[in-house]
């Protein structure tokens, strides 16, 4: 089970920091990806990890502003986001994945968490 955390109401210009737990199995056997929905949308990939944290990939619609980041030893992965805008409001979810490569289609990716919910607004 993967449990995001982090998320809540931030100004514009803000920044948060999710987090996405394993619970029950060991994330360092799994790339992990970063991906938020709003209602009626697509979900949107926004980064992907590798396994060993030694390699990463963000999508352009948020590089420069959205890192991703693991710590194998306390089974956690962050997404980092900053200067955040209104139209980052939605609900981001991390999930999991055996693939080999730079996985970036939700049905990519094996294990979902429930999500949390990130509001940008003044």
């Known amino acids: 089970q993967l449990v995001e955390s982090g998320g809540g109401l931030v100004q514009p210009g803000g920044s948060l920091r999710l987090s996405c737990a394993a619970s029950g199995f060991t994330l360092d056997y799994y790339a992990i990806g970063w991906f938020r929905q709003t209602p009626g949308k697509e979900r949107e990939f926004l980064a992907h990890?590798?396994?060993?944290?030694?390699?990463?990939y963000v999508a352009e619609s948020v590089y420069g502003r959205f890192s991703i980041s693991r710590d194998n030893a306390r089974n956690t992965v962050w997404l980092l986001m900053n200067n955040l805008e209104p139209e980052d409001t939605a609900v981001y979810y991390c999930?999991?994945?055996?693939?080999?490569?730079?996985?970036?289609?939700?049905?990519?990716?094996?294990?979902w968490g429930q999500g949390t919910q990130v509001t940008v607004s003044s």
């Open positions: 999930a999991a994945t055996d693939r080999t490569w730079t996985a970036t289609m939700v049905k990519e990716y094996d294990y």
């Open positions: 990890v590798w396994r060993s944290g030694s390699s990463t």
